[in-house]
Every structure is written in structure tokens, then in C-alpha cells.
């Protein structure tokens, strides 16, 4: 790999070396690099568009890594990952994708990855999104994740996409068993005239199943961002939906939260907010000697943290 | 030494302009001094104007001689002037432990942010890494706003209404706190307060009222009087109580 690509690699999976544990390098289309451990097994699809991430039942502490680089202008792809995590594990699970763009040519990253949470697992899934490159051609992703937790599963994911990438539609599903549990932390900013759709939907079938699902983003120059939330609630159960969103010079933001209740002891909330940085926000950390500028970016930093 | 020299503020309200502030001419050396008087005298936004959040529209403010009055609010702070609100501000993602960092000028330790904290009565492991978001208490916030000051060790630092939303057993540690930064920061400790006990620490009080300076002098001079009126103002309620 070249510096790029190890720059990259590590700013979207704290990746320097070889990784410790399981993992699966994908770069340019093609399998860099992969690792497998007792417990974690990563194979290619049978169909072949895709790998299997396999975490054998009550794995514990263990982490995987898989991470897709782009540094190859024009170049389009669509993946299907399926990780399959087995009862009572307790796992993490780093995927993330970097686009470096330096031609003319849209780079095109489609990953859809489907969730098989066990009964009692629980799973950290963290995905982080960048692009870099100042050539003209486009860097685009669009994150499918499609999630299904059985009875007592717990996932938690947190996504990040802070910066580069001119176009994303990010869609994910979760559909929840009994006691399961989700989180989702998503962090976003867009810049220049990039522009970012996020698309939650979250079935909350099983009895005290519950969901948390809060973005926070900032939109800056002439971006627009697009959030739609929608939970069900299909029992007894509790959901929560926050969308909170800094809006910056000539930029655009919807928010769009949808809860519906078919079940009497459904309690579900949504809250949206999008406004701009507060100006006593920025005349307290002027008062401390920042300039107008550097306010600014405590302030959209610290909320994107 | 920082001086206000014929310094007027009027702002616009329902019925046209009101005048807030009327011709303010003051020296403040180094020292405790506590600005005082009745609600919607004048104190904040003479504060305000100090630090550079309000422009008078008319007057000069000279810090150690320097005309400073065109200055913004970040030149002014770089000189040494800092501000504690009164109602401090809430930021979500800022860390008790950036915010500080960010008031001392420096990326500092986890155990210098934990020493001014545990100057103004928080338990600094508690507080260190929380948001100074909406979870904090008035109180709380109020506190670790003090910090802030403390961690800048300026050689001109504001106050306005400092004790307000602190309880009884902090209010203690505050005077302390106070005492202290007299002791070893030196420079103009400036509060604007209503508490007899903050009064009885300061070296001068400055009475603001309907906008302008009433009374100014020593404690000893001003604060007999202010008490003595007080006294007054009780017995005449006392008395009304009892028809």
C-alpha cells in the first residue's frame, strides 16, 4: 500500500501495521490483506460479491477490523458483508471506508452490511467515513446496514463521517426481538456543496425491545443534509429519536423524525433541533482569548466529538 | 489600573431609547472592588462594557493607560480581562476539562484542571470529563464558570453576581476562593454583588444606580452607609407588616 493508503487506512480504523486480531483489507476492489482467529472466521460470499464475517458464540473481547480503501479514480463498487454473531458474545466490530480522489473520475464506494445479532450478544459497531483528494472527480458512499437483534441482544453503532465526501445516502434498518436494545450515535458534517441523506427505520417488535437513535450534525457552506427517523413501535416498548443539527453560512438541513405506536404500551419521542451556534456560546470562548474563528471550531468540533 | 471615562449606554426598548448608563467616569486600581447597587442600575452592563461584549456609545475605557475601548472582545481578553457571567453558557461536546484548557491558554493536565476545580468546591474527578451541557446544575455551572477565571490569571477579572445559585456551604469556600486570588493573583478583582459578606472583603465598593456611580470610596466609608440604609428600608417594611 502506498502512504496514501496507509494514511487513510488509519484515519478510518486507527489501523498502523498489521492490526492485531481478526481482519479483512479490502482495497481497490480486491482483498489486500485478511486474518482470522480461533473465534472470528471472515470468508468470501458463495455468490461472491461479498464476505462473511462468522463470531462463534460467547466470544468475548475480541475485535474485527474491516476496512475498504479507495485510492483508484472511477473506480465504482458494491459489497454485501453479513456479520453473523453467535449468543452471548461481546465483540467489536471497526469497519469504515476512505476514498483518496486525485482524478477527474467519481469513486464509488456501496457497502451494504447485514447484522445477524445472537441471543444476549453484544456489539460495538463503529463505522467511520472519509475522503481526501483534491481532484475533481466525485467521492460518494452510500452505507447500507441492516440490522436484526434477537432476544436480549444489545448493538450499539456509531457512525462518522466528518469530512470529503460529496454525496452519501446512508439507510439503516433494525428490526428488534424481545429485551434487544439499539444505539446509534451518528456524527456528520458536510462542507462546501456536499450533500448527506441519513435514513433510519427501526421496528421495535419484540416485547421491552427499546431503541435509541441520535445524530448530531453540522452543515457548512452550501451543503444540505436530509435526516428521516422512523421508529415503530410494534409492543411494549420504548423509543427515542434526536436529531440535532448546527447549521452554518448558506447551508440547508431537514429533519424529518416519524414515531408510530401499534401497540398501547408503545412510548416513543422524537426531538429535532437545527439552529445556529449561539453567539453567547461564541463571546463566552472569545472571552477567553479565542478569536471569532477559532470559537467557531471549539464549538463544531466539541459537538461533533 | 482600568478606567471608564465618561462612558454612556443607551439601548432601545418598546418606548425608544433608554438610557442604562449616564456619563460613568471610574479608576479602578488593583485590589478587591465590589459593584454594587439596585437591580437594573447599570452593574452588568457596565460589566459587559468592560469586557467588550457592549460598545458604549460614547466614552473611553483605558486599561494601564492604553485606550482599549475599539477593541473587540478577543483583544481585550488577550490583554488580560476576564469575564465570568452570570448566567454561564452551555455547550454540548465542550468538556469541563477543554473548557478549562481553553481558559488557561494551553492544553493543561488532568490535574492542574482538577486544582481549579477543587478551588470553587467541585469534586474535581466528578466534574472533569462531563459535558458543560444541560446535565449541570446552575450551580455547578456557576462554579466551574469561577474556574475559568481562575485558570486565566489575568491582571483584571470580572465577576457579575458570582454567589447567585450557590448554596450556603459553598458560598464559604467562594469567599476563600476570593481571598486567595487577592492574595496571590493580585491585579483588580472586580465583583459585582449584593452579598454583604462578598462586600466585607472588598477593598473599595462602587454603588451603580439609575446608571450612575452614587457612592464610591473605601469599604469602610461606603459600606456603614449602605448597611445603615438597609436598616431603614427593613424598619419601614417591619412597620408596615405590623398595620
Known amino acids: ?305 | 489600573m482600568l478606567e471608564l471615562k465618561n462612558v454612556s449606554f443607551s439601548a432601545e426598548n418598546d418606548n425608544g431609547q433608554k438610557q442604562i448608563l449616564k456619563d460613568i467616569n471610574l479608576k479602578i486600581d488593583e485590589g478587591f472592588v465590589v459593584i454594587t447597587g439596585p437591580n437594573g442600575g447599570g452593574k452588568s452592563t457596565l460589566a459587559k462594557i468592560i469586557a467588550g461584549i457592549i460598545t458604549p456609545q460614547s466614552g473611553q475605557i483605558l486599561l494601564d493607560g492604553k485606550d482599549i475601548t475599539n477593541l473587540s472582545i478577543t483583544e481585550r481578553a488577550k490583554l488580560g480581562i476576564s469575564f465570568a457571567f452570570q448566567q454561564p453558557v452551555r455547550f454540548k461536546g465542550i468538556t469541563v476539562h477543554d473548557l478549562i484548557s481553553l481558559a488557561s491558554g494551553k492544553a493543561i493536565s488532568v490535574a492542574d484542571a482538577c486544582a481549579y476545580l477543587s478551588q470553587v468546591g467541585l469534586c474535581a474527578r466528578d466534574y472533569i470529563n462531563r459535558e458543560v451541557n444541560a446535565s449541570l446544575s446552575g450551580g455547578e455551572l456557576k462554579r466551574i464558570e469561577i474556574a475559568t477565571v481562575l485558570a486565566r490569571g489575568t491582571c483584571v477579572s470580572l465577576f457579575d453576581e458570582p454567589e447567585a445559585g450557590i448554596d450556603l456551604w459553598s458560598f464559604n469556600n467562594l469567599i476563600k476562593v476570593f481571598e486567595k486570588m487577592h492574595d496571590t493573583l493580585g491585579g483588580s478583582i472586580i465583583i459585582i454583588s449584593h452579598q454583604e459578606r462578598i462586600l466585607n472583603i472588598a477593598d473599595k465598593v462602587i454603588v451603580v444606580a439609575n446608571g450612575t456611580v452614587s457612592q464610591e470610596g473605601k469599604r469602610e466609608e461606603i459600606l456603614p452607609y449602605l448597611l445603615g440604609k438597609a436598616d431603614i428600608a427593613c424598619k419601614v417594611l417591619t412597620a408596615n407588616c405590623e398595620e
Open chain 1, 1 to 305: 500500500m502506498n502512504n496514501q493508503e496507509l494514511e487513510l487506512l488509519k484515519m478510518i480504523a486507527d489501523i498502523e501495521g498489521t492490526p492485531s486480531g481478526a481482519f479483512n483489507i479490502r482495497a481497490n476492489g480486491a482483498l489486500q490483506s485478511r486474518s482470522v482467529t480461533e473465534n472470528i472466521d471472515i470468508r468470501e460470499k458463495t455468490d461472491g460479491n461479498g464476505i462473511e464475517i462468522i463470531i462463534k458464540p460467547n466470544t468475548k473481547g475480541e475485535k474485527v477490523h474491516i476496512p475498504v480503501i479507495i485510492s483508484q479514480s472511477g473506480l465504482t463498487e458494491l459489497v454485501y458483508n453479513d456479520f453473523i454473531i453467535g449468543e452471548n458474545c461481546d465483540v467489536e466490530i471497526v469497519a469504515g471506508c476512505g476514498i483518496h480522489n486525485c482524478g477527474s473520475e467519481e469513486s464509488r464506494h456501496d457497502g451494504i452490511h447485514s447484522f445477524f445479532v445472537g441471543k444476549n450478544a453484544t456489539v460495538k459497531y463503529v463505522e467511520r467515513h472519509v475522503g481526501t483528494g483534491d481532484g475533481k472527480g466525485d467521492r460518494n458512499m452510500n452505507p447500507t446496514t441492516v440490522i436484526n437483534i434477537a432476544e436480549g441482544g444489545y448493538m450499539e453503532m456509531e457512525t462518522t463521517q466528518i469530512e470529503g465526501i460529496n454525496s452519501t445516502k446512508r439507510v439503516t434498518k433494525a428490526r428488534l426481538d424481545k429485551d434487544a436494545t439499539l444505539v446509534v450515535h451518528e456524527k456528520l458534517m458536510t462542507h462546501d456543496s456536499q450533500y448527506a441523506e441519513t435514513d433510519f427505520v427501526v421496528d421495535l417488535d419484540g416485547e421491552n425491545s427499546s431503541a435509541n437513535v441520535v445524530s448530531r450534525s453540522v452543515a457548512k457552506d452550501n451543503s444540505s443534509q436530509l435526516f428521516l427517523s422512523t421508529i415503530n413501535g410494534n409492543n411494549i416498548c420504548n423509543g427515542h429519536t434526536e436529531c440535532d443539527a448546527i447549521i452554518m453560512d448558506k447551508a440547508h438541513v431537514s429533519a424529518v423524525p416519524k414515531i408510530t405506536a401499534n401497540h398501547i404500551d408503545a412510548s416513543l419521542i422524537h426531538e429535532a433541533a437545527i439552529g445556529k451556534i449561539a453567539g453567547e456560546q461564541l463571546i463566552k470562548l472569545m472571552t477567553l482569548g479565542l478569536n471569532e474563528q477559532e470559537a467557531e471550531e471549539q464549538i463544531v468540533n466539541g459537538f461533533l466529538k
